[in-house]
């Protein structure tokens, strides 16, 4: 298997034919072999239905997996990469707000010698204030955080080769920012225009409040990507430069009392000092625990604290 399209849905039943249309005529006209798993996302109108009927017509191609109720996009996301099989998986929408037809190019792309092309949907068309300001927003703001920079996290149209994805799991809101997983397991990365259009049927199931989930989300995957396997770097660096305050304010209390005669009692600094000592203190112990949890983590499922993009001379099973 070549070629796996991974494609949520939740409550799409008008979009569905359009769907299945759009990716047969693009993928008639490839030579890889390929199969669309699509992830019924507990849908409660009829796209599961008309899911089956296709999958009957077409059991070469068309694969489904159906969830007991709504668990997200994300978790769709994942289940559907979890049991797909290709080498490089593209996700989609599937309300045609991407295009399918744009495929190809993304497949070329990656011919180049990419491991994940994202799609950037230069000319969006969704609501300008309530989606696309914010978005762009966060795309800026992800970017310069992560140091990952691209136009548009948000659009699902994406390709991947499989390795990329495998090492870890997808939560929350969290598969818009797989290629910043897959930057620090060192994918090369790039971006494309793709086109994009209005939905058709059915409405969007999100609105602003996504925003909010996406910056928490932002907080733990820069944690995870840049501290997981160091925690005490992250937790250290802030109790030390607690307790680094802590002395300053102190130094500055002894010099007035001895010099300037100003009892340390005057002000609440003292108090001050001591609460960012003891924050300080306790910063740097959390920091511990989180080194004995990273070891248990990597220890236990002996998973690398590295990866490999390839071995010379060496066999795949032979680490010690
Ligand atoms: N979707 C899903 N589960 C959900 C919400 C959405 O599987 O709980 C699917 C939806 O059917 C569509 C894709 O995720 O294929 C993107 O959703 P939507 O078009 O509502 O998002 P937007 O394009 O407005 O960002
Ligand atoms: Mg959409």
New binding site residues.
């Given amino acids: 298997m070549n070629l796996s399209l991974v494609?949520?849905?939740?409550?799409?039943q008008d979009n569905l034919p359009l769907l299945f249309d759009a990716i047969y005529q693009v993928m008639n006209t490839l030579p890889q072999s390929w199969e669309a798993v699509l992830?019924d996302?507990g849908s409660r109108d009829n796209s599961l239905s008309i899911l089956q009927a296709y999958a009957e017509k077409d059991a070469e191609h068309v694969r489904v997996v159906s969830f007991r109720r709504?668990?997200?996009?994300t978790a769709?996301i994942a289940a559907g990469i979890d049991y797909s099989q290709g080498d490089i998986i593209i996700l989609l929408?599937?309300?045609l707000?991407n295009d399918p037809a744009d495929i190809p190019m993304l497949l070329a792309k990656l011919d180049e010698g990419y491991d994940l092309v994202s799609g950037w949907r230069k000319d969006r068309k969704?609501n300008a204030v309530t989606?696309n300001l914010p978005s762009m927003l966060a795309n800026k703001l992800i970017s310069y955080v992560t140091g990952v920079h691209l136009h548009d996290y948000?659009c699902?149209l994406k390709a991947y080769r499989r390795d990329v994805l495998e090492g870890f799991r997808l939560y929350g809101e969290m598969h818009r920012f797989i290629p910043v997983y897959a930057n620090s397991v060192g994918a090369r990365i790039t971006e494309m225009p793709v086109r994009h259009h209005p939905?058709k049927y059915g409405?969007?199931?999100?609105g602003l409040e996504r925003t909010a989930k996406v910056l928490l989300d932002l907080f733990t995957v820069k944690f995870l990507v840049s501290y997981s396997s160091k925690p005490i770097y992250l937790f250290g660096g802030a109790g030390g430069l607690l307790m680094i305050i802590s002395a300053i304010i102190l130094a500055y209390l002894f010099v007035r009392r001895v010099f300037f005669f100003v009892a340390v009692s005057t002000s609440p600094l003292f108090q001050t000092s001591a609460m960012f000592f003891i924050l300080g203190f306790q910063s740097i112990l959390m920091g511990l625990i989180a080194e004995l949890l990273v070891r248990t983590y990597h220890e236990s499922q002996r998973k690398p604290t590295y990866t490999v993009r390839n071995l010379i001379n060496i066999h795949k099973d032979s680490r010690g």
């Fill in positions: 494609i949520p849905i939740y409550n799409e992830v996302d709504n668990f997200g996009q769709a929408d599937a309300d707000q969704d989606r948000g699902t939905r409405k969007t199931k999100y």
